[in-house]
């Protein structure tokens, strides 16, 4: 399995920014997927999940009402919008898998995430 992250870049505070993440290997339907995010100076923290079972989500607190993460089985692609964008957004954004398969209340541990892609720049500022 590989993930490849796109779409970071430059935005000013208040706009939106769309990422996506493409799958590749078997079985993407079976993944769970995630987002994390990394600002300099900090440790990564997750951001969003999506679940493998019935597209359930969870998002962290400070993402709630800007984001949305969501998947399409099809195109093995799962994307996060992200609206209303902050200063304290800019990090770097990664996606990731997992095999764990539950209906999600909360977002599965990053230490139960098996693939990752390579992060892509976020940067929001005026």
């Known amino acids: 399995v590989q993930l490849q992250a796109s779409g970071g870049g430059l935005v000013q505070p208040g706009n939106s920014l769309n990422l996506s993440c493409a799958f590749s290997?078997?079985?993407?339907?079976?993944?769970?997927l995630g987002w994390f995010r990394q600002a300099p100076g900090k440790e990564r923290e997750k951001v969003s999940c999506?679940?493998?079972?019935?597209?359930?989500?969870s998002y962290v607190d400070s993402v709630k009402g800007r984001f949305t993460i969501s998947r399409d089985n099809a195109k093995k692609m799962v994307y996060l919008r992200m609206s209303r964008l902050r200063p304290e957004d800019t990090a770097v954004y990664y996606c990731?898998?997992?095999?764990?398969?539950?209906?999600?209340?909360?977002?599965?541990?990053?230490?139960?995430?098996?693939?990752w892609g390579q992060g892509t720049l976020v940067t929001v500022s005026s």
């Open positions: 999506i679940s493998g079972v019935d597209g359930s989500r």
């Open positions: 290997g078997f079985n993407f339907h079976y993944y769970s």
């Open positions: 990731a898998a997992t095999t764990v398969r539950a209906i999600f209340t909360s977002c599965p541990a990053q230490s139960l995430y098996h693939y």
